[in-house]
T-cell receptor, first 119, second 116 residues
Framework: AQKITQTQPGMFVQEKEAVTLDCTYD???????LFWYKQPSSGEMIFLIY??????QNATEGRYSLNFQKARKSANLVISASQLGDSAMYFC????????????????FGRGTQLTVWP | NAGVTQTPKFQVLKTGQSMTLQCAQD?????MYWYRQDPGMGLRLIYY???????DKGEVPNGYNVSRLNKREFSLRLESAAPSQTSVYFC???????????????FGEGSWLTVV
């Protein structure tokens, strides 16, 4: 079963409008972290925002906010006031806590959503 | 501000050739990872290293080997390249813990590998 599901292969939004990119996750651990990354056409992975499972408030970073609905296991990314430079692939990722015998938690990625911002 | 540096950025290999992708980080991170990215598949974990001297398999380890040479460096080796290994490879690092205050996994710029 997929740990991270991004159901929108592509999204289009007009400049200056807000857009929501969907992400649902699957885990039985009470402790986990959720990430969003941006990948522009140049290829690098850019960290955008992080939400911990115990965080009471939704994470915000400038124009990015994470709509965290724990009961629904969803972690949607909201980009306000879209800009042409926001056109990129966006990945949702989840990190589970370390398991017995290891200090490292695995990071699982969704398949991504290609966002296109038009003037 | 080097962060995570991986080389080479581009490589073309013939089937059966071997090569090593190099990765180094200057953030004193304990954990390092190698991912591959294929169209429509997102990133998939090949191998990871929780700390110097330890390595473990990820989701797609077949056909690869890794070495955690020291805390800074984590290399990925293809012993006998196959066309199915044509992909974009990303090295990443983090401090290896899941904190309530959040932590970040940093990625290199990617290495484009084509096996013909």
């Amino acid at each position: 079963a997929q740990k991270i599901t991004q159901t929108q292969p592509g999204m289009f939004v007009q400049e200056k409008e807000a857009v929501t990119l969907d992400c649902t996750y699957d885990t039985s651990d009470p402790s986990y972290g959720l990430f969003w990354y941006k990948q522009p056409s140049s290829g690098e992975m850019i960290f955008l925002i992080y939400q911990g499972s115990y965080d009471q408030q939704n994470a915000t970073e400038g124009r990015y906010s994470l709509n965290f609905q724990k009961a629904r296991k969803s972690a949607n990314l909201v980009i306000s006031a879209s800009q042409l430079g926001d056109s990129a692939m966006y990945f949702c990722a989840m990190r589970e806590p370390p398991w017995r015998g290891s200090t490292l938690g695995r990071l699982y990625f969704g398949r991504g959503t290609q966002l296109t911002v038009w003037p | 501000n080097a962060g995570v540096t991986q080389t080479p950025k581009f490589q073309v290999l013939k089937t059966g050739q071997s090569m090593t992708l190099q990765c180094a980080q200057d953030m004193n991170h304990n954990s390092m990872y190698w991912y591959r990215q294929d169209p429509g598949m997102g990133l998939r974990l090949i191998y990871y290293s929780a700390s110097e001297g330890t390595t473990d398999k990820g989701e797609v380890p077949n056909g690869y080997n890794v070495s955690r040479l020291n805390k800074r460096e984590f290399s990925l080796r293809l012993e006998s390249a196959a066309p199915s290994q044509t992909s974009v490879y990303f090295c990443a690092s983090s401090d290896g813990t899941l904190k309530r205050s959040g932590n970040t996994i940093y990625f290199g710029e990617g290495s484009w590998l084509t096996v013909v």
